[in-house]
């Protein structure tokens, strides 16, 4: 082993295994974590998230006091439902998994999601006895738009989507049950804009259904609602528990509250970051006059949440990865469903062996494009990439990944070598999200003579006003060469919908059967 890989499991090491003291500084989580919900087992809290084209897709995410999150599991490996998730007829940029229902029972949990790849399809309910799986298909019902399942202290289950919309489920969650829809409550006058994102609870004997809404006038905020009731079909009186921007960045809204294990309830509620996604903000929850109120005694999002309770193990949602093991860690996601033989861990132990597996003109087009998140406010990672097995027209390198992307990308061409920084955007039809055209503009670009291997580095800058992402090579044991100019990273909702990855691939243009092995992924983010 190498004193690099020595040094990076070491440091590693240290990070899983050191103490802090639950402290935890909004954002709770400064990366791309949208659509939230969050359950207490015992002494954990369990989240789900969006990941939507990502696979695994719909991870599950655990914590002991809010501010150490851990990757424990994954909902799915692939989804299998539309060949749009192999590429095949479109894609599903910006539609797949989307805000997920947690649950747990009577010693199960459940997740309730419906893709977004076809309008109407299905939705699915999944079940495991544990929180990292393996999960199972329990059953497939009609389409539900941000929904969430409910069970009831009699044992009843209903499923609370779109506007106000319910409907009770079947004993043994297999259907509707027949008569059972209504709508629990009518738009008021001000309800003219966005208002879904479904979270239900009940406390002390009353319901509770929590809300994202948005009105569309002048001087009106996104903000978080609460619908209330003493039965749980109403009526509902409503009231706005949540209006705050916070940190330079507009208004919150959409999540859920979750009572701790100290006795105390609490809000998580995501926030629109720009390039880096949809970060997760922490905050007290009051319950006053029967209302889930969100925020600090001003009704804002507090800097800092003290937490309490005993010192924990410190982990991490993005890391550092020498390729050690024989199995891909938790950290990493896949870009649409993976090809599995087109990629090894144990091949060249140590190495992410990436081949090429499909003829295709553009990075967005690439299968086995593998990826982490970025996370403010700023973070750093580089790869090593071994290019001896490149074939004429492959393309492989590191990226800030998003509908608007900055690459480093080797290209080879013939017996030559070349890297080139350039920016990218992509064009997609609206309705089955195939790729129509990428736009690529390249900033700069050198030959590489004699190089066997190449260090990339990308700097990210999510402070208020920056979404920069910066570019640099290594070759050999020299300093870092700064190549390109800094990128404007975006967040749009028109194209892939979530925060700039970083993502590493590979693929051909001309011929199938090249590869690159991928060395030591190293990452840090300043705090």
């Not at 009731?229 to 959409?254: M, N, R, W």
């Not at 905050?283 to 969100?294: E, H, R, S, T, V």
């Not at 800097?303 to 924990?312: A, L």
Request: net charge negative; hydrophobic share 35%.
């Amino acid at each position: 082993m190498s004193i690099r890989r020595i040094c990076l499991a070491l440091v590693a090491s240290l990070c899983m295994s050191a103490s802090v003291s639950a402290i935890v500084r909004n954002p709770m989580i400064w990366a791309d974590v949208p659509d939230p919900d969050v359950i207490r087992v015992g002494e954990y809290y369990y989240m789900v998230t969006t990941t939507m084209h990502l696979m695994p897709g719909a991870p599950i995410m655990r914590s002991k006091d809010f501010s150490n999150w851990e990757t424990v599991g994954y909902l799915f490996d692939r989804l299998t439902d539309s060949p749009k998730y192999d590429m095949e007829g479109g894609t599903v940029y910006g539609r797949g998994q989307w805000a997920t229902s947690l649950k747990y029972h009577k010693g199960t949990f459940y997740a309730l999601f419906a893709p977004n790849d076809n309008l109407g399809g299905d939705t699915y309910i999944m079940t495991s006895k544990d929180a990292a799986g393996p999960w199972k298909i329990h059953s497939r019902l009609r389409h539900f738009h941000d929904a969430s399942l409910f069970f009831d202290d009699d044992d009843r289950v209903y499923v609370i989507y779109g506007t106000g919309e319910m409907c009770e489920l079947t004993s043994d969650l297999q259907g509707v049950v027949p008569g059972s829809e209504c709508r629990i409550f009518q738009r008021e006058p001000d309800e003219t804009g966005l208002l879904e994102g479904s979270r239900f609870i009940k406390h002390d004997g009353k319901y509770y259904l929590l809300m994202i809404s948005h009105v569309w006038a002048p001087g009106r905020y996104r903000r978080q609602v609460c619908y209330r009731a003493d039965d749980i079909k109403g009526p509902y009186e409503k009231k706005v528990i949540l209006q705050s921007d916070f940190g330079g960045f507009p208004h919150v809204g959409q999540g859920t509250i979750v009572d701790g294990n100290d006795g105390k309830w609490y809000g998580v509620i995501f926030q629109d970051r720009g390039g880096v996604g949809r970060v997760l903000t922490h905050m007290p929850c009051n319950w006053i006059d029967g209302w889930p109120i969100l925020g600090d005694e001003q009704g804002r999002v507090p800097e800092t949440m003290p937490q309490g309770g005993d010192e924990v193990r410190s982990t991490h949602l993005v890391t550092s990865d020498d390729f050690s093991s024989d199995k891909l860690s938790l950290f990493w996601q896949w870009n649409h469903n993976p090809i599995d033989e087109a990629w090894s861990l144990t091949e060249r132990p140590g190495f992410l062996r990436l081949k090429t597996n499909k003829i295709v003109s553009n990075v967005y087009a690439a299968r086995n494009t593998i990826s982490q998140r970025m996370e403010g406010p700023r973070c750093t990672a580089s790869v090593v990439l071994d290019l001896r097995h490149m074939v004429d027209g492959d393309r492989c390198g590191l990226a800030a990944f998003n509908g608007h992307s900055g690459l480093l990308t080797i290209v080879r061409d013939g017996k030559s070598y070349k890297l080139v920084q350039s920016n990218t955007l992509v064009h997609l039809t609206d309705r089955e999200k195939a790729i129509t055209k990428v736009d690529e503009e390249v900033v700069e670009q050198i030959e590489l003579k004699k190089c066997k291997k190449i260090q990339l580095r990308i700097d990210g800058d999510f402070t208020p006003g920056k979404d920069i992402a910066t570019f640099y090579y290594k070759v050999g044991k020299g300093d870092w060469t700064p190549i390109g100019e800094p990128f404007k990273m975006q967040f749009d909702y028109r194209r892939l919908f979530m925060g700039t990855r970083y993502a590493i691939f590979n693929y051909a243009t001309k011929r199938e059967g090249g590869y690159v092995d991928v060395d030591c992924f190293e990452y840090s983010r300043e705090e």
